[in-house]
């Protein structure tokens, strides 16, 4: 082997997961595994198991059968399908960060507020986890916008706003279900853009449930899924 060649490592890698709701399968026995520093596309039709399988990735879901492994960097692995619920929670809370298509941002909060409780929750003092917020903020485009409730954002604006509360706890991971699917194409850039600058730019890593194959384009990976099962995956050039 090359010594300088370094290899590729996960931060998160998953084998045979199934799940069903009722009579209806949505995942079919799926292996798929996330590359540190990687942005992976998951793309399908709706009713394909996409975003079933970000939600169980994520430890939101448990899978009927199969296992979910998260590797901090510099850490012991993790077995995520081991935990109980209120495990999975801090470790989505303290280690993983989401984007979704709406934001789910709150509406009462400031924007640098929505930022900030991300760490506040998580026992960081209000002002030190003011002063991170702002700093995120800044890096996104959006300094001069802190004092503004989320209704007086842009559709663009807030998405960056959810993205600097998806990383401001230092996330390894960001799972970003649909998180253009609301904007204008102009604008879907520029959220992609923020995106990828604030995951894979950073040398974290990012997996993003899409059906725009623009979006898909930007990622490193494109992974189509079919009935609950990868049908293929492919390298972007």
């Known amino acids: 082997m090359n010594p300088s060649v370094i290899e590729p490592t996960p931060v998160i890698a998953a084998q045979s997961l199934t799940k069903a709701f009722s009579t209806t399968t949505a995942l079919a026995g799926i ?14 039709a709706s009713g394909s ?22 590797s901090p960097a510099g850490q012991a692995p993790i077995e995520v399908t081991a935990l109980n619920e209120r495990q999975r ?9 989401f984007v ?27 002002r030190t986890a003011l002063e991170h917020a702002a700093g995120w903020m ?5 300094a001069g916008f802190e004092d503004r409730r ?22 390894e991971l960001v799972f970003a279900d649909e998180p253009t699917g609301a904007l204008d194409s102009q604008t879907s850039a520029d959220v992609m853009s923020a995106l990828l600058w604030s995951t894979t730019g950073q040398g974290r890593s990012l997996l993003v449930v899409t059906h725009d194959a623009e979006v898909a ?17 492919e390298v972007q050039a």
């Open 217 to 233: 384009a930007r990622c490193s990976r494109t992974v189509q899924v079919r009935d609950g099962r990868i049908v293929t995956a």
């Open 89 to 97: 929670s801090r470790l989505r809370r303290e280690s993983l960060g």
């Open 138 to 142: 800044a890096s996104l485009g959006l």
């Open 49 to 70: 198991g996409k975003t079933t399988l970000l939600h169980v990735l994520a430890g939101i879901t448990a899978p009927d059968a199969g296992r979910v492994q998260f």
């Open 150 to 171: 989320i209704g007086e954002l842009s559709g663009g604006q807030a998405q960056r706003v959810a993205i600097a509360r998806a990383q401001v706890t230092g996330a």
């Open 100 to 126: 979704f298509q709406q934001g789910l941002l709150i509406p009462e909060l400031t924007a640098i507020e929505n930022i900030a409780l991300a760490l506040m929750i998580n026992g960081t003092p209000r």
């Open 31 to 44: 292996d798929i595994t996330v590359q540190r520093g990687e942005s992976v596309a998951i793309m399908g």
